[in-house]
T-cell receptor, first 116, second 113 residues
Framework: DAKTTQPTSMDCAEGRAANLPCNHS???????VYWYRQIHSQGPQYIIH???NNETNEMASLIITEDRKSSTLILPHATLRDTAVYYC?????????????????FGKGTKLSVKP | NAGVTQTPKFQVLKTGQSMTLQCAQD?????MSWYRQDPGMGLRLIHY???????DQGEVPNGYNVSRSTTEDFPLRLLSAAPSQTSVYFC????????????FGPGTRLTVT
């Protein structure tokens, strides 16, 4: 079972920041928080990941609370092309040379609709 | 790089038929996996491989076989197709070692009648 809880859906106005929350209250000390998104009918796309510090890349920012029990993915200026299902996943980081630790466990994610 | 490629894009099978979904990657990734996605659901792991010659079962392996004879290819075989296997199938791969990011293929949409 997925170890995260996300809202089923959210709306955001185009050009505004989209803030997607994720609860992962049972996260272990060696587990990272990953975010992926899936645009309609396409394969999932990696967005960002983090352990305990806030992270930023060209796509998004990831804010992780100090107790690491929740996080927020921020799309600073949402566009219509950001409409997608966003998945929050917790997983240990590699190296993986056996076993199931490398697997991603997807929940149902949050469907983000960016509206004009 | 072509990344992760999957063929075919679409397939219709009759119940009881067998077929192989192809997956290939040109990034020298050791880790490869197969997922299925049903309407309104997240992805569920079918089988995965941590390197050539090594495979293991995921969450929903029944009715599927895999093999990994090369680093590049990871085919998924449906032994006797059933309507319950109607789904979209995604293949993914990861870099060796610190696999922070999985790369996904475009998917194969399979319908079993």
């Amino acid at each position: 079972d997925a170890k995260t809880t996300q809202p089923t859906s959210m709306d955001c106005a185009e050009g505004r920041a989209a803030n997607l929350p994720c609860n992962h209250s049972t996260i272990s000390g060696n587990e990272y928080v990953y975010w992926y998104r899936q645009i309609h009918s396409q394969g999932p796309q990696y967005i960002i990941h983090g352990l305990k510090n806030n992270e930023t890349n060209e796509m998004a920012s990831l804010i992780i609370t100090e107790d690491r029990k929740s996080s927020t993915l921020i799309l600073p200026h949402a566009t219509l092309r950001d409409t997608a299902v966003y998945y929050c996943i917790v997983r240990v980081a590699g190296p993986f040379y056996g076993g199931s630790q490398g697997n991603l466990i997807f929940g149902k994610g949050t469907k983000l609709s960016v509206k004009p | 790089n072509a990344g992760v490629t999957q063929t075919p894009k679409f397939q219709v099978l009759k119940t009881g038929q067998s077929m192989t979904l192809q997956c290939a990657q040109d990034m020298n990734h050791e880790y490869m996996s197969w997922y299925r996605q049903d309407p309104g659901m997240g992805l569920r792991l079918i089988h995965y491989s941590v390197g050539a010659g090594i495979t293991d079962q995921g969450e929903v392996p029944n009715g599927y076989n895999v093999s990994r004879s090369t680093t590049e290819d990871f085919p998924l075989r449906l032994l006797s197709a059933a309507p319950s296997q109607t789904s979209v199938y995604f293949c993914a791969s990861s870099r060796p070692g610190l696999s922070y990011e999985q790369y996904f293929g475009p998917g194969t949409r399979l319908t079993v009648t």
